[in-house]
């Protein structure tokens, strides 16, 4: 099991987390993992809906959605909360965690307004590194066309199909 820095476990015993994903055990897994890094408040909820609800209701610092739920899926929750105009906590980090490797889902995610990708199974280094992403080294949102989420990381490692619509953009090797 992966040593976890006392500052870390500082930080993150602060910070609320919220799960979104459809299986049970799997959020059982994620809480454990979580507890492991120091994080105190946890909450779960079984579907998109719930967790849309669950974000206006907790303010959590960070969301960990799955890609593949019935009735309201990760794209969607991630299409809903990444909307200023009519969602509330429109800048909250969404990390995407998924059994879908496929570059199109990454693509997608990416797209769609992500902070990060996160594979399951999921390891207690991998998440604790995504969440450090998000809370330390958080990237400004923007608004570019029908793009709003977390700024590309780096302008050379991301191709658009137009400089003005962050709603294309591509990863490139």
Request: net charge neutral.
């Amino acid at each position: 099991m992966l040593a976890v820095d006392d500052r870390v476990i500082q930080l993150l015993g602060t910070k609320k987390v919220l799960i979104v994903d459809d299986e049970h055990y799997t959020r059982k897994v994620v809480r454990t993992l979580l507890q492991t890094l120091g994080v105190k408040t946890v909450y779960e909820v079984g579907d998109g809906h719930a967790g849309l609800d669950a974000i206006c209701t907790y303010t959590p610092h960070v969301v960990l959605v799955d890609y593949e739920m019935p009735g309201l899926d990760g794209p969607g929750f991630v299409r809903a909360v990444r909307s200023p105009g009519t969602f509330p906590y429109a800048d909250i980090p969404l990390i995407m965690l998924t059994a879908h490797s496929e570059r199109s889902k990454v693509i997608e995610a990416a797209r769609l307004g992500v902070n990060e990708y996160l594979l399951k199974p999921v390891s207690s280094q991998a998440l604790q590194a995504r969440l450090l992403s998000v809370l330390l080294h958080p990237r400004p949102m923007i608004h570019k066309g029908d793009y709003y989420g977390p700024e590309p990381r780096k302008a050379s490692a991301l191709k658009t199909d137009s400089d003005q619509d962050y709603s294309t953009l591509v990863l490139v090797n």
